[in-house]
T-cell receptor
Framework: ELKVEQNPLFLSMQEGKNYTIYCNYS?????LYWYRQDPGKSLESLFV?????AVKQEGRLMASLDTKARLSTLHITAAVHDLSATYFC????????????FGKGTKLTVNP | NAGVMQNPRHLVRRRGQEARLRCSPM?????VYWYRQLPEEGLKFMVY????????ESGMPKERFSAEFPKEGPSILRIQQVVRGDSAAYFC?????????????FGQGTRLTVV
């Protein structure tokens, strides 16, 4: 059974600071997704990572994937208040069927 | 090109009633996935369907829950005799094919409240 663990689950940071969210998973996969969710809203797709060593950047967010270590990171650079949200990683699981297995999410609060 | 459409956005049911949640996938998408999100938690897979076929229902509770994706019309997630523990946000996602390397597109969700 595929398990996906994110940490930290809660993150409070000051504007302008940097931080990294980690996503570990337990079974081989060739696809990993990062999503953002604002309270009461749906999921906004941020990144799709498809290969070992993949790195993608959008604004102040950068995601990377190490399939050998089964680890993905979401790095936040010079945080701003607008980044406050919950961030989920989701791993594509193909055993017997196909589905996304989500981490519990990291609730990020960026304080002025 | 409209995205994944879910309705209703909010649904209130009394205990014992039935809830029907609808999901229209993106145009050209024939694969639909349903997920449930309890408050303060991540999304949990429920069921994966293609047109007229249930591919994987391993995440569906054994009783009261059913899903279908008919040849015509939206996918339906049906919850019979709802209980308070069914209160959650239910999200639908669609993708164009089995091995698509693009992301699954999520709908806005249906927030079910059982009173």
């Amino acid at each position: 059974e595929l398990k996906v663990e994110q940490n930290p689950l809660f993150l409070s940071m000051q504007e302008g600071k940097n931080y990294t969210i980690y996503c570990n998973y337990s079974t081989t996969s060739d696809r990993l997704y990062w999503y953002r969710q604002d309270p009461g809203k749906s999921l906004e797709s941020l990144f799709v990572l498809l290969s070992n060593g993949a790195v993608k950047q959008e604004g102040r967010l950068m995601a990377s994937l190490d399939t050998k270590a089964r680890l993905s990171t979401l790095h936040i650079t010079a945080a701003v208040h607008d980044l406050s949200a919950t961030y989920f990683c989701a791993v594509y699981f193909q055993g017997g069927s196909e589905k996304l297995v989500f981490g519990k999410g990291t609730k990020l609060t960026v304080n002025p | 090109n409209a995205g994944v459409m879910q309705n209703p956005r909010h649904l209130v049911r009394r205990r014992g009633q039935e809830a029907r949640l609808r999901c229209s996938p993106m145009k050209g998408h024939s694969h639909v996935y349903w997920y449930r999100q309890l408050p303060e938690e991540g999304l949990k897979f429920m069921v994966y369907l293609q047109k007229e076929n249930i591919i994987d229902e391993s995440g569906m509770p054994k009783e009261r829950f059913s899903a279908e994706f008919p040849k015509e019309g939206p996918s339906i997630l049906r919850i019979q005799q709802v209980v308070r523990g069914d209160s959650a946000a239910y999200f639908c996602a669609s993708s164009p094919n089995r091995r698509s390397n693009t992301e699954a597109f999520f709908g806005q969700g249906t927030r079910l409240t059982v009173v």
